[in-house]
């Protein structure tokens, strides 16, 4: 950048010397003007190209526009050289030598290639209408009226009588640089349209993103809230009813019996085992008393037996005695006493 805002005070400079100086003595200045405005134009045309080429990366449409302007700026930078040797060689009124021959067709033939691929624009679909105007613009003033204008002109090389001077080739090809000016003023602004119209396009994908997001979040937390109430809420109930039941507590508060889903179903075979510990604890219950009254009936019994066998045992003693009284009475007194011991032991009878 640097060396091209140096090129260009250059150049300025010595376009002040030169008009200082009169005309007489100016010699060649004009082409060597024309020679350092190329050279500028070079290095400012290599800079927009190199922004053209990141811009190209990033948008193909803007790139095309800045193509167009590009295009446009050569197409000036070799028609202005043309026109500024014509110009020369209309004010010298003296046929051109050999060398400004072939550089105006080589000119010529720069500008024929930079039209070539601007005219594809004329009338084309996806051109913009300011821009096809300019272009149609170029094509009637610069390379119908211009062209007709510089081979008129040419015409005359072999003599050097040209109908007219400088100041009257001025006046007649002037206009034709408004029209270029606003080609490329054209292509600029069909450029900065296209870079607005899709950042306004980018700011609407943006805006329906965050609506989607949006409406995502909203989905997503709609589905949270439905899984806690509907999933999370019932089986944190239902855990903790299980573990109610399981520490001895038979009355617990289960809810969503009657869901006709997997909560439902869980819900209910919770249920049945309250049901069946409640059961369970019942049975257990009537056997422990069962087993207390079995208990109670055999201590019962075992008492009865008890005191029978001591009032047998008590029997079984009385009779002994009764016997053995017997005995010794009649060892002692022979059967003189028979009747009082049968009396005796019938009385010991009755009383039993």
Same mark, same amino acid.
């Given at each position: 950048?640097?060396?091209?805002?140096?090129?260009?005070?250059d150049?300025?400079?010595?376009?002040a010397a030169?008009?200082?100086?009169?005309?007489?003595?100016?010699?060649?200045?004009?082409?060597e003007?024309?020679?350092?405005v190329?050279?500028?134009?070079?290095?400012?045309g290599?800079?927009?190209?190199?922004?053209?080429?990141?811009?190209?990366?990033?948008?193909?449409?803007?790139?095309?526009f800045?193509?167009?302007?590009?295009?446009?700026t050569?197409l000036?930078?070799?028609?202005?050289?043309?026109?500024?040797?014509?110009?020369?060689?209309?004010?010298a009124h003296?046929?051109?030598?050999?060398?400004e021959?072939?550089?105006?067709?080589?000119?010529?033939?720069?500008?024929?290639?930079?039209?070539?691929?601007?005219?594809t624009?004329?009338?084309?679909?996806?051109?913009?209408?300011?821009?096809?105007?300019?272009?149609r613009?170029?094509?009637?003033?610069?390379?119908?009226g211009?062209?007709?204008?510089?081979?008129?002109?040419v015409g005359?090389?072999?003599?050097g009588?040209?109908?007219?001077?400088?100041?009257?080739?001025?006046?007649?090809?002037?206009?034709?640089w408004?029209?270029?000016?606003?080609?490329?003023?054209? #292509?600029?602004?069909?450029? !900065?349209?296209?870079? $607005?119209?899709?950042? %306004?396009?980018?700011? =609407?994908q943006l805006? &329906?993103?965050?609506?989607?997001?949006?409406?995502?979040?909203?989905?997503?937390?709609?589905?949270?809230?439905?899984?806690?109430?509907?999933i999370?809420?019932p089986?944190?109930?239902?855990?903790?009813s299980?573990?109610?039941?399981?520490?001895?507590?038979?009355?617990?508060?289960?809810?969503?019996?009657?869901?006709?889903d997997?909560?439902?179903?869980?819900?209910?075979?919770?249920?049945?085992?309250?049901?069946?510990?409640?059961e #369970?604890?019942?049975?257990e !219950?009537?056997?422990? $008393?069962?087993?207390? %009254?079995?208990?109670? =009936?055999?201590?019962? &019994?075992e008492?009865?037996?008890?005191?029978?066998?001591?009032t047998?045992?008590?029997l079984?003693?009385?009779?002994?005695?009764?016997?053995?009284?017997?005995?010794?009475?009649?060892?002692s007194?022979?059967?003189?006493?028979?009747l009082?011991?049968?009396?005796?032991?019938?009385?010991?009878?009755?009383?039993?």
């Amino acid at each position: 950048m640097a060396d091209i805002v140096r090129q260009f005070e250059d150049t300025r400079a010595f376009t002040a010397a030169q008009m200082q100086r009169a005309i007489d003595q100016r010699g060649d200045a004009a082409n060597e003007l024309t020679v350092k405005v190329a050279a500028v134009t070079a290095a400012v045309g290599g800079l927009m190209r190199e922004q053209e080429l990141q811009i190209q990366m990033q948008d193909g449409a803007t790139a095309r526009f800045i193509q167009v302007a590009s295009a446009v700026t050569e197409l000036r930078d070799s028609g202005g050289r043309q026109a500024g040797m014509l110009q020369n060689i209309v004010g010298a009124h003296k046929p051109p030598a050999e060398a400004e021959r072939a550089l105006l067709l080589t000119l010529q033939g720069c500008i024929d290639h930079i039209w070539d691929s601007l005219v594809t624009l004329e009338g084309a679909p996806s051109t913009p209408a300011a821009l096809d105007q300019a272009v149609r613009g170029i094509h009637e003033t610069y390379i119908n009226g211009y062209g007709a204008e510089r081979r008129m002109l040419v015409g005359h090389f072999a003599t050097g009588d040209f109908p007219y001077g400088a100041a009257d080739y001025n006046l007649k090809v002037g206009p034709m640089w408004k029209t270029l000016i606003a080609l490329r003023d054209a #292509a600029y602004d069909s450029a !900065a349209t296209t870079i $607005a119209d899709e950042r %306004a396009d980018a700011w =609407r994908q943006l805006a &329906l993103a965050a609506a989607v997001v949006l409406m995502v979040i909203v989905v997503v937390a709609g589905v949270v809230v439905l899984v806690v109430r509907r999933i999370t809420k019932p089986i944190l109930h239902l855990t903790a009813s299980i573990e109610r039941v399981a520490s001895g507590d038979l009355a617990p508060d289960i809810r969503y019996d009657a869901w006709r889903d997997e909560i439902g179903v869980l819900s209910r075979a919770i249920g049945v085992l309250q049901q069946r510990s409640m059961e #369970a604890r019942r049975l257990e !219950a009537e056997q422990a $008393a069962e087993r207390h %009254a079995r208990e109670r =009936r055999t201590v019962h &019994l075992e008492q009865l037996v008890s005191a029978f066998e001591a009032t047998v045992g008590s029997l079984v003693e009385i009779l002994t005695t009764r016997a053995e009284d017997i005995a010794t009475s009649g060892a002692s007194d022979g059967r003189g006493e028979p009747l009082r011991h049968r009396s005796s032991r019938s009385l010991t009878c009755r009383r039993l």
